[in-house]
Each structure stands twice: as C-alpha cells, then as structure tokens.
DNA sequence: ATCAAGATTACCT
DNA sequence: GGTAATCTTGATA
C-alpha cells in the first residue's frame, strides 16, 4: 500500500494570524533535503513571537541586521545565534514588516535517524535517551537539521528545508502554556506542545 | 569603545 | 538542584 504524497504547506499558512499559524503547526511535519534523504521531524512544541507589540520577541525595539528576516514576507526560517554556541529557528508568519515568528522548540525524529544522530555527536543505534534528545530542544534540533548562519532567510517553499503537511491530525491534543526562558512577556500563554509527547523539551511535558 | 545579556545545553554535585 | 561554555548583538558613551 502506498503512502501518501506528503504535500508542502503553501504560503496561504504562514500568512495567517500568529497564534493560530503556531497552534497548527503541532503535527506539521519540518523536513530537509540531504544529499539523498529527506530528514524529516514531526514538530511537537513551538512558540510565537508577535513582533514589536511583544516584549520578549527579538522584533520588541524594531528592525535590525539581526531580526530583519522576522520582518520579511511568511513562509521564511528566521535563524539567530545565541548564547555564543547555539542557533534556534523559527517560521516567519504573516506579511511583510509585522516582524512575528514561531520558534520551533522540538520535534519527533521520523526519518534520516542515522544523519540526525551524526550531527549531535551520538552513536548509531541509539540509546532511547539519546533518541529523544535529537530533536527536544530549539538549539538541538539546529544541530540534527545542520540549520545554522546560511540557513537564515531561507524560503520554505523551496527544496531546501520545507515544512509538510501531515494527513491524519484527528487525535492531536494540544497543551497551551506560557512561554519558557524569558523574562519580559512571559505572562502570555503561547506556546503550545502536543500533550503527552515524550519528544517536548525535558521538564516542559505540561 | 565597552559591556551585559541572551527565545540554551551539557555536565556537575 | 547549580553553573560553565562562548560570542554576537544592541545599548550606552
């Protein structure tokens, strides 16, 4: 029996509203091209940023070099450095200027185990522990995906790294929280995981 | 020019 | 539970 075509999620997606663009992206499928697989992540934890109106977002005092990708049209991979060792990305959202975004904060390994586990220095087979911290954090699943400083702007409606569709979402629960490792803003509830989902960044199950 | 803080992670007790 | 690692950014002078 064959699968499903898995289809790309059209432009349409990313220019809604931020919070509903975050909460339907839980199940959507981020996926890479690499040499000769597809590397493929069910995302399972994101948060939105909503631009200059937010004050723990990186677009809170406007357009820089740094954010400016937040402010291009929806549908990009906004990539930033941080903390001197880690970059984390998120989906642009909305129209052009706005500056809103989703950070991706985890994902569920599905394909290209082997690669993925290259890239965060684990040995093949891997220990349930290490399988789960593929992907369980923002900067980790940067690392799996070898998304780094050329990723940054990157259009996903390319071949490059896109995010697909996934057909059957009927039993997703989903959990709505506040948002977690910041100061300002984080009175907000936005950000949203999959209930239950053991690949959700450690000590953030609910 | 200088500097503090950072949308984190790994490793320690 | 705690904290070192590591460097870019943006603010202030």
Known sequence: MKQPAIVKLPRAFYRRPTLRVARDLLGKLLMRRWKNEVLV????????????????????????RRNEVMFSNGGH?????????HFCCNVVTEREGLGRAVLIRAVEPLNGLRTLAAHRGFSF??????????????????????IGRSENGLDLLGNSIWIGDSYDLSDL??????RVGIKN??????????????????????
Not at 77 to 85: A, D, E, I, K, P
Request: proline share 5%; glycine share 10%.
């Open 41 to 64: 992540g069910k995302i399972v934890e994101v948060e939105a940023y909503l631009g200059e109106k937010d004050h723990a977002s990186h677009a809170y005092r406007g357009l820089t």
């Open 77 to 85: 991979l906004y990539v930033y450095f941080t903390y001197g060792m």
């Open 125 to 146: 087979p891997l220990s349930t522990n290490d399988l789960r911290s593929l992907g369980n954090g923002p900067a980790k699943l940067c690392q799996a995906f070898g």
């Open 173 to 178: 629960q989903v959990a709505r929280t506040r």
């Open 185 to 206: 803003g984080s009175e907000h509830q936005w950000r949203f995981h999959i209930k239950g989902n053991p690949f959700v960044s450690p000590a953030r199950l609910h």
